[in-house]
Each structure stands twice: as structure tokens, then as C-alpha cells.
């Protein structure tokens, strides 16, 4: 498999940031633990909502696809983002 064949699915700014530094396509999946804006804010090469949609972008999308022209960058996030559940009892 080629870099230009290869994607990232995750559902955190670290995930497509991740996919980003290695030059591959990323995709934002939005019921996990990353809040939607700071996905968003990424740019990913597709966001989605359901493993159904992650499915079917991913059998669509099995072809070769273009080259990235180049990495894209998330903006810096705020302090609280893209964190999980924290324990305020600590």
C-alpha cells in the first residue's frame, strides 16, 4: 500500500494530527472522544458520524486517491480540548 492509499480514522486532534506529520488522508469520526469543532478546526479529508458512513466512504474511496499536496496543520487548540472524561476528584 502506498502513502496516497493510506488513511487515518481517529476521533482525536492527536489522531489527525498523527496522520497529518505521516502525509496521509485523515478522517474525523465524530462519536468518539474528540469534541467536533477541535476536529473540524483540523481539517480532515472527510468527517463522519456513524461507523455505517465510515464504511461506506472508506469502500467508496478504495481506489487510488490524489496525493496530498501537502500536510495540513491543526490550529493549536484551547486547554481544555480534545480530552477526555477527567475525574474531578483528584
Do not use: I, N
Not at 37 to 64: F, G, K, M, N, Y
Request: aromatic content about 2%; hydrophobic content about 35%; charged content about 15%.
Amino acid at each position: 500500500m502506498s502513502v496516497h492509499q493510506a488513511v487515518l480514522v481517529g476521533d482525536s486532534v492527536t489522531d489527525m494530527v498523527a496522520g497529518d506529520r505521516a502525509g496521509v488522508r485523515t478522517v474525523a469520526c465524530l462519536w468518539g472522544v474528540g469534541r467536533a469543532q477541535d476536529l473540524t478546526r483540523c481539517r480532515p479529508w472527510r468527517t463522519v458520524t456513524s461507523v455505517a458512513e465510515l464504511s461506506a466512504l472508506l469502500l467508496a474511496s478504495s481506489t487510488v486517491a490524489p496525493p496530498l499536496t501537502s500536510p495540513q496543520s491543526c490550529p493549536p487548540r484551547s486547554a481544555t480540548s480534545d480530552r477526555g472524561p477527567t475525574d474531578s476528584t483528584s
